[in-house]
């Protein structure tokens, strides 16, 4: 679980590569090429087309570990229904000079490498919206790692959902939502990769219900403690991804499982959160997580009962 403090990545601007920092003969010799890939033999063109999905693939990345992807967004663009949203994925070897050459291919690279380096060490992937070549902001990059783990999809279905959490036409800034730390957008990618992967058959109920008790984890420390919840920073002892989780079954709990996903993340773009959290909740940010810690104080077998009542 380590990557989640890594996972900051993906819910920032993409740090960029200042090529002349680069070791010359290393940058010039032998980039690797890229390609767009189609998926005329693999997958059918229409499918592609459908899905509003551009990839551009190292050819160094196995063909079978970009299927795998596909698959992934195919499944989260359909459960989450935002097939409309046009995303760019890139999918790269796990290697430095991989890096290096997305930053070729992506073009208008400046700075720093090492977030780049930081992100391939600590992760999978991770999601920027930065402006991808469809005119809209969103991009997801893929690392090339061992997909057959069930740890890699949860990390995907996880950058997805911010796909999904910004795919309004008129949304706002990460800034706008990421208020103080990540409890709401982080909190929401968080259980939606646990639960998509149950509604989907790769997890059972069982398996699904453990994972999110794990989530409980640092629920005694909070509670317990003066931070609160929106103030929790990333890497904290306090596992704010793991709170945020829990947070967002509160919420589904009070105003319902459609209405998050849809009128919800739409007032947060349109009103913003303050807004949107007095609309549902007739609080402020404070109020409510007052409320949610009252919730979240519960036995820990009540609160999976819950999970299981809102989920069904």
């Given at each position: 679980?380590?990557?989640?403090f890594l996972l900051i990545l993906s819910l920032i601007t993409f740090a960029s590569c200042n090529n002349s920092t680069l070791d010359e003969a290393s940058y010039i010799e032998?980039?690797?090429?890229?390609?767009?890939?189609?998926?005329?033999?693999?997958?059918?063109?229409?499918?592609?087309?459908?899905?509003?999905?551009?990839?551009?693939?190292?050819?160094?990345?196995?063909?079978?570990?970009?299927?795998?992807?596909?698959?992934?967004?195919?499944?989260?663009?359909?459960?989450?229904?935002?097939?409309?949203?046009?995303?760019?994925?890139?999918?790269?070897?796990?290697?430095?000079?991989?890096?290096?050459?997305?930053c070729d291919v992506y073009g208008n690279c400046s700075n720093d490498l090492e977030p780049f380096i930081s992100a391939m060490n600590g992760n999978e992937a991770f999601y920027?919206?930065?402006?991808?070549?469809?005119?809209?902001?969103?991009?997801?990059?893929?690392?090339?790692?061992?997909?057959?783990?069930?740890?890699?999809?949860?990390?995907?279905?996880?950058?997805?959902?911010?796909?999904?959490?910004?795919?309004?036409?008129?949304?706002?800034?990460?800034?706008?939502?990421?208020?103080?730390?990540?409890?709401?957008?982080?909190?929401?990618?968080?259980?939606?990769?646990?639960?998509?992967?149950?509604?989907?058959?790769?997890?059972?109920?069982?398996?699904?219900?453990?994972?999110?008790?794990?989530?409980?984890?640092?629920?005694?420390?909070?509670?317990?403690?003066?931070?609160?919840?929106?103030?929790?920073?990333?890497?904290?002892?306090?596992?704010?991804?793991?709170?945020?989780?829990?947070?967002?079954?509160?919420?589904?709990?009070?105003?319902?499982?459609?209405?998050?996903?849809?009128?919800?993340?739409?007032?947060?773009?349109?009103?913003?959160?303050?807004?949107?959290?007095?609309?549902?909740?007739?609080?402020?940010?404070?109020?409510?997580?007052?409320?949610?810690?009252?919730?979240?104080?519960?036995?820990?077998?009540?609160?999976?009962?819950?999970?299981?009542?809102?989920?069904?």
């Amino acid at each position: 679980m380590f990557r989640f403090f890594l996972l900051i990545l993906s819910l920032i601007t993409f740090a960029s590569c200042n090529n002349s920092t680069l070791d010359e003969a290393s940058y010039i010799e032998d980039v690797l090429e890229t390609e767009v890939i189609e998926y005329s033999e693999e997958v059918n063109v229409n499918f592609y087309k459908e899905m509003n999905v551009k990839f551009t693939v190292s050819t160094s990345v196995q063909n079978n570990f970009v299927t795998e992807i596909v698959t992934l967004v195919q499944q989260a663009k359909d459960k989450w229904n935002f097939n409309s949203k046009k995303l760019d994925i890139y999918v790269v070897g796990a290697n430095r000079q991989s890096v290096i050459n997305l930053c070729d291919v992506y073009g208008n690279c400046s700075n720093d490498l090492e977030p780049f380096i930081s992100a391939m060490n600590g992760n999978e992937a991770f999601y920027t919206l930065r402006e991808n070549s469809y005119g809209e902001e969103g991009i997801v990059v893929f690392f090339d790692t061992i997909f057959e783990d069930i740890s890699f999809k949860r990390l995907a279905f996880h950058e997805l959902f911010h796909a999904y959490q910004f795919h309004h036409k008129n949304a706002s800034s990460i800034g706008a939502l990421q208020v103080d730390g990540p409890w709401l957008i982080e909190g929401g990618a968080e259980l939606f990769s646990e639960l998509i992967l149950y509604q989907l058959g790769y997890h059972t109920e069982e398996k699904f219900n453990s994972q999110m008790e794990l989530k409980l984890l640092s629920k005694e420390e909070y509670l317990s403690g003066t931070i609160p919840l929106n103030k929790i920073q990333y890497g904290s002892s306090l596992r704010p991804y793991y709170l945020g989780a829990w947070f967002t079954v509160y919420v589904i709990s009070e105003i319902g499982y459609e209405t998050y996903l849809v009128d919800f993340y739409e007032d947060l773009h349109t009103f913003g959160i303050e807004q949107t959290i007095q609309k549902y909740f007739s609080t402020d940010i404070a109020g409510l997580i007052d409320n949610f810690n009252t919730f979240l104080n519960q036995e820990n077998d009540v609160l999976l009962i819950e999970l299981t009542r809102i989920l069904s």
